[in-house]
């Protein structure tokens, strides 16, 4: 092993470590085995709840706080969690990730948007506005800089690449587009993957 490997290999030890003793505690709950990679903002970390054996990669942008009203905001990731790098979760009343759920790279996660309401104010300067609440069923799948904003991913699914999802996908489902529309769901009387029309019927 050369020299530059052995050295980014003891800085990123190092910076593990530095996590676990400085930042790990502050978690409401951080679990055993799980790693969280040079994030590049975390905010109120006691409302975070984090499984075991979670994966959240680097430049990740973690939130949880109230900002629209609600008494209370929570983000929960639970066990065998895989975040990949610069994903954005910020959640202003709840956000579920069940267990086993993958993220691609660049994927953003919200249950809240800026409100637009007043043309005479810059948007940045408006209220943010609560729209839902969020759950990404166990196993499920969101590719490449999918959007997902207030709305639920049942367990099982997948959501394609690129997409913007604003309304409920179900189980065992495949969703693609902008807004995303279900292309495809596994049949249980057949025991195959069908394609479906937009509103998730069989063709």
């Known amino acids: ?64 706080r109230a900002q629209t009203g609600e008494p209370a905001a929570k983000l929960v990731i639970k066990d065998g969690c895989r975040i990949g790098n610069f994903n954005h979760i910020y959640a202003t ?28 104010m810059p948007i940045w300067q408006q209220p943010i506005r609560q729209i839902g609440t969020v759950v990404v069923g166990e196993g499920s799948w969101l590719g490449e800089n999918v959007c997902l904003i207030g709305a639920n991913i049942g367990k099982h699914s997948v959501v394609g690449a690129n997409s913007v999802v604003t309304r409920d996908i179900p189980d065992f489902s495949v969703a693609v587009g902008a807004p995303a529309y279900i292309i495809k769901r596994y049949n249980h009387k057949t025991n195959k993957w069908e394609q479906t029309n937009p509103d998730g019927s069989f063709l």
Not at 24 to 44: A, D, R, V
Not at 99 to 112: G, H, W
């Open 1 to 64: 092993m050369s020299i530059f490997w052995i050295v980014k290999s003891i800085k990123v030890r190092l910076s593990q470590l530095w996590l676990r003793i400085a930042l790990y505690p502050k978690f409401g709950e951080f679990g055993s085995g799980s790693i969280l990679n040079k994030p590049l903002n975390i905010y109120s970390p006691k409302n975070i709840f984090i499984g075991q054996n979670v994966s959240i990669q680097y430049f990740s942008w973690l939130t949880a």
């Open 93 to 120: 009343k709840s956000i579920v990730l069940e267990a086993n759920v993958l993220t691609a790279d660049k994927v953003y996660i919200s249950d809240n948007l800026h409100s637009y309401d007043n043309i005479y």
